[in-house]
């Protein structure tokens, strides 16, 4: 929710007092990132799973911190709807009764997706061809949480990764694109509220593959609209890189443009900024972390369009599941969220902080 507007001054002189201590290689002060973000008209939240909500510690930063969740892995099919009809919903309401209580707002995700799909789904799919597989879990979940969900990625990851149109996934190969507007349409009759959201990765980097997503991109939401399919806003995932593919903000500004001028609503919904082959020095990782989501978050905040970031994590303690094949073999750990195992913010935090705080007043 926007707080009343700040003069310009007053936020300005707010800035340069918060960038300093910031900035500061010890972290004397926590920023408050959901309260800096709800000054400039932006929803700043987090991904998160239920089983975090039980460490002591965590919850508290959680709610300080966050004004938005959305599950990030219990509102998956394959968690959801494990034999076909029988639906487990227990992790998302347990993190939505988190959510209330703490004021926050809530996200669906992904409705329609091609993985983290139950194994009996895809087979179901191609023998019966039967459109009810994707309309009735849509149905279901949207149905459930109607008037409860801020938005709902109704469609996840539908575009080639390679850049060659779209996704050749079973959804595409049994129903053909359209398998998208048959989605979107039984959320929009499930839940008249939700904000829907068609959401992707692979239009925030610069080069030349990202040039060819953001043309598919493009090319399928004008389809969706063409054709009468209630698609609102395009879902940034954001899942960036301080050491591969950087951002070209030019571009990026000029694609977001073009997001705007459909008339769609721009959401940051899974920001995370990879170290993977950044140096063994924290600090250098840390600091070109921050410095990629900084280049990022200048051009998304800059379109009056963006309406939320959300990072698909708060702290670096969860990011790698003990389970973790890389972490066995290497001992390698990800430094990709704001706040460090230690709950402590990182660079990446004040780099939040100074990019809500910079925004221009609406
Ligand atoms: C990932 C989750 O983080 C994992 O826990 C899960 O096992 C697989 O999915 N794009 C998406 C998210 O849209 O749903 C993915 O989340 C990360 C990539």
């Known amino acids: 929710m926007p707080g009343p507007p700040i003069p310009l001054l007053t936020r300005r002189a707010l800035l340069a007092a ?4 910031l900035i500061a290689p010890a972290f004397a002060q926590e920023p408050r990132l959901a309260a800096l973000a709800a000054a400039s008209g932006i929803v700043f939240g987090t991904a998160a799973a239920s089983y975090e909500l039980r460490d002591a510690d965590f919850p508290p930063l959680l709610a300080r911190q966050a004004a938005m969740l959305v599950p990030e892995y219990e509102m998956k099919r394959a968690v959801v709807e494990p034999r076909p009809g029988a639906y487990d919903f227990s992790g998302i309401d347990t993190l939505m009764a988190f959510a209330r209580a703490h004021n926050m707002a809530f996200r669906g995700h992904p409705l329609i997706w091609y993985a ?27 149905g459930r949480y109607r ?13 080639a990764d390679d850049g060659n149109g779209l996704r050749q996934s079973f959804w595409l190969k049994v129903f053909g694109p359209s398998y998208m507007d048959m ?10 509220a939700a904000l829907l959201v068609y959401n992707d990765y692979g239009c925030e980097p610069g080069g030349p593959l ?29 899942h960036l890189f301080a050491f591969g593919q950087h951002v070209d903000q030019r571009k990026l500004r000029d694609f977001l443009a073009e997001i705007a001028a459909r008339g769609l609503a721009i959401l940051v919904t899974e920001l995370d900024v990879s170290d993977e082959g950044g140096p063994s020095d924290i600090a250098l990782r840390d600091q070109a972390v921050a410095d990629e989501a900084s280049r990022y978050l200048d051009v ?33 750990r990800y430094r990709k969220f704001p706040f460090d195992a230690g709950l402590r913010p990182k660079p990446l935090a004040g780099a939040l902080a100074r990019a809500f705080s910079a925004r221009r007043p609406a």
């Not at 918060?18 to 201590?21: H, L, V």
């Not at 969900?149 to 469609?155: E, G, K, P, Q, T």
């Not at 989605?183 to 008249?192: L, S």
Request: charged share 20%; aromatic share 6%; with cysteine.
């Open 300 to 332: 998304v905040l800059d379109n009056r369009r963006t309406a939320t970031v959300l990072t698909w994590g708060l702290t670096d303690r969860y990011a790698d599941p003990p389970q973790s094949l890389r972490l066995k073999m290497t001992g390698w």
């Open 210 to 238: 990202g040039d060819r997503v953001r043309a598919n991109c493009l090319g399928l939401l004008d389809g969706l609209i063409a054709r009468g399919a209630p698609v609102q806003a395009l879902g940034l995932q954001s």
């Open 18 to 21: 918060g960038a300093s201590s």
């Open 147 to 159: 008037g409860r969900m801020h938005s709902l990625d109704v469609v996840n990851e539908a575009l």
């Open 116 to 142: 983290a799909n139950p194994p009996w789904l895809e087979d179901a799919v191609l023998a019966r061809r039967d459109e009810k597989l994707l309309t009735g879990y849509v149905t279901a979940l949207a």
């Open 183 to 192: 989605a979107f349409h039984a959320a929009r009759a499930a839940d008249p």
